[in-house]
């Protein structure tokens, strides 16, 4: 049955008197665990240390605001990616809300797992990717993580722009589970059959074989969506009008990607 978290019904957690945070998603919220999902909401120069371990994945996701690491400053075309043991140092110079989203015991996703464990921070700058256009209605997408560009097939990730009264087909997923976290706007989401309303920082986990679909009404909706592990099946339950994407030739702000991706069926293109 797929899990609906609310983020207004969320309590705050302090971490400081500059830090707060909601657990989104609970590691006993899934009965194996695989990930958890916390919101952090920072004040103007508030510091936040942050320690990965050995065997796990975690990303960290830049809603509002900026950051500075070692690396420089980071903005929300950004994503702060680290594997294995290594930790982080965080500052902001304003107000800033992140979330971060840790797969535990990564190894057991992945296709082709040697037994070492990698230990790397890693900037993806998913804002310079190829916005990609659904050939059937007004819906975009840009990949965040990928093989490609994370290293690993345990996760993969996409930002999906849904504009007003606009819809997508049912379908459902098989060998990965996966969640959507609204950032902007609001979406219905057709849960085998039902409905249910999600607004911003809402999140929506559906397991394997969860049949699902979304639309808009007067207002619009970005989200993202990560699927553990990356590689997996999608299947239309109907046949028309599967999702198949088209590159637009720019990236999100307007600018020439940094590479290309070929037209796909979702799920199914490659060197992704």
């Known amino acids: 049955m797929p899990i609906v978290k609310k ?10 008197q500059d830090i707060l945070c909601k657990n989104l998603l609970r590691k006993d ?3 194996d665990s695989r990930i958890t999902i916390d919101y952090y909401k ?3 120069n508030a510091q936040l240390d942050y320690l990965n371990k050995d065997s796990d994945i975690s990303w960290i996701q830049i809603l509002s605001g900026g950051i500075k690491i070692s690396d420089g400053d980071l903005n929300k075309d950004q994503i702060v990616l680290i594997k294995g043991k290594k930790e982080i140092q965080l500052s902001t110079s304003r107000d800033t809300e992140l979330a971060i ?6 190894k057991i996703f992945e296709s082709d797992a040697s037994d070492a464990f990698d230990s790397q921070i890693s900037i993806i700058n998913w804002g310079n990717e190829p916005i990609l256009k659904s050939e059937h209605d007004d819906r975009k997408r840009v990949y965040l993580l990928s093989e490609l560009l994370a290293g690993t097939d345990s996760v993969k990730g996409e930002l999906i722009i849904y504009p007003k009264n606009t819809s997508c087909p049912e379908h459902y997923h098989v060998g990965a589970q996966h969640y959507q976290l609204i950032t902007e706007g609001e979406v219905i989401a057709v849960l085998d059959g039902k409905e249910a309303k999600l607004e ?3 999140v929506l986990y ?9 639309y808009t009404n007067e207002k619009s909706c970005d989200f993202v969506e990560f699927f553990v592990p990356g590689e997996n099946k ?4 109907k046949t028309t009008n599967v999702c198949t994407w088209s590159p637009m030739g720019v990236d999100i702000n307007g600018q020439s990607p940094s590479r ?6 979702h799920g199914e293109g490659k060197n992704i």
């Open 101 to 106: 989203t840790k797969i535990n015991n990564y």
């Open 234 to 237: 999608t299947v239309w339950t």
């Open 206 to 214: 559906n397991f394997e074989n969860e049949p699902h679909w979304f």
């Open 7 to 16: 983020f207004d019904e969320a309590e705050y957690i302090e971490i400081d």
């Open 29 to 31: 919220d899934l009965d």
């Open 42 to 44: 920072l004040s103007n």
């Open 200 to 202: 911003k920082y809402d």
């Open 260 to 265: 290309h991706i070929e037209k796909h069926v």
